[in-house]
């Protein structure tokens, strides 16, 4: 089970940060990702983490995102800075639980899927 937490609605150029709460197996065991879908639009990929920690972004996310595992409180979590109207969408946490080592960005290579936590960013 993942559970996304840490949407909201804030102005252009603010910070949010979200988290993905899984299982302990999932967390240690299977790639993790983000994805995110706006209204009208496929759901893309944003960034993914290897059960070793290693990281994966998409383009548009390298360097306003940041995606890390929490050892502490075992989540996923996705640090999102400088905020802008078009990053507005449902955010999705995603594990493909087929490999240790993320493969593909693709949102139908990815078997398990949390409900998504709302983010509104307004200009």
């Known amino acids: 089970q993942l559970v996304e937490s840490g949407g909201g609605s804030v102005q252009a150029g603010e910070s949010l940060t979200l988290s993905c709460a899984a299982s302990?197996?999932?967390?240690?065991?299977?790639?993790m990702g983000w994805f995110r879908q706006a209204p009208g639009k496929e759901r893309e990929g944003i960034a993914f983490?290897?059960?070793?920690?290693?990281?994966k972004y998409a383009e548009f996310a390298k360097g306003r995102f940041t995606v890390y595992k929490d050892h502490v409180n075992h989540t996923l979590s996705l640090q999102m800075n400088n905020l802008k109207p078009e990053d507005t969408a449902r955010y999705y946490c995603?594990?493909?639980?087929?490999?240790?080592?993320?493969?593909?960005?693709?949102?139908?290579?990815?078997?398990?899927w949390g409900q998504g936590t709302q983010v509104t960013v307004s200009s």
């Open positions: 302990m197996y999932s967390y240690t065991t299977w790639c």
């Open positions: 995603a594990v493909d639980g087929r490999w240790r080592n993320c493969r593909s960005s693709t949102y139908s290579d990815y078997n398990y």
């Open positions: 983490v290897d059960s070793n920690g290693d990281t």
